[in-house]
């Protein structure tokens, strides 16, 4: 069985997937999805919120920055019918490929770290595989994917890039509250690699570059008005306020996508004994707080 057949791949194996992408329910061609109107009236409210469950991926020791479950999941259901490829170009933990494990459609993640790959691959190892779908982990730059895929076939992009090089610092936990400040986290770098073709380790204005460059690539093998969802928040540092949502949006518009909506991930109710910023002399909004989900589509 070849790496690709087992779901793992390296960077070395550049050639077309053999993978799944067409719809396997009997749902209207016009529909978008096959949520029902009464699941289709939630996802209209522009702030969502999200609990984390037993599998989800909290140890920061495995990965520094991850979404919920509860998030991927909604988002597919939201933007695909069972049987359609879903791709995320920074797989990182593999809470896509979980997601559409679940919901029976087909997915492709890609990440430049052999170990969140394994991750991946452990993480889909524990849950019975459908039959009807696949799910599959490739070690290789976002840059190529476009050699895996056929133009066309991807119904939905979801992801998380990192955060510029804004977390390739040492963390001071000025949003943790007391003693819980100098946690095991303390002073740690949380960057994902010092790899030069990891976009964490790019200066904000060469960041959104990048983006622009790899979303450009990735236009063609999504179906027209497929969507493309990125969940991005904004970073202060050194009393500045890093728009990264305003870069990933200018980004995406120069590559080709349409701004459709904008989602605010409302992470009140999984945040603990806020820190205090900035009182009684500068006001400012904790980005620990909420997060954007940025969806996009391909006119």
Known sequence: MSEIDSGLADARTQT??????QRLCSCPSSHINCLTAKEWIKNQLGVWQ?????????????HPATYPIGLSSRLISLFTHRGELVVDPFVGSGTTLVSAQDLERNAVGFDLSRNYIDLCEQRLSRHTLSTLSRQLAIVDDARNIPQYLEEQTVSFIITSP????LLNRQRKNKSR????RKNEQYLRVEQYSQDHRDLG??????FGISIRGIFSGLLPLLKPKGHCVINVPDVWFDNRRYTLHIIIVEALRDA???LRNTIIWDRTNIVNRVGIFGWPSNYITMGTTFEYLLDFWRP
């Open 256 to 258: 080709g996508y349409e």
């Open 16 to 21: 077309v997937l053999n993978i799944g992408y």
């Open 177 to 180: 509250r007391g003693d819980e």
């Open 201 to 206: 380790t790019l200066e904000p204005e060469d």
């Open 50 to 62: 999200f609990n984390y469950e037993a599998r989800d991926i909290r140890d920061k020791k495995l």
């Open 162 to 165: 990192p955060y510029a090089n």
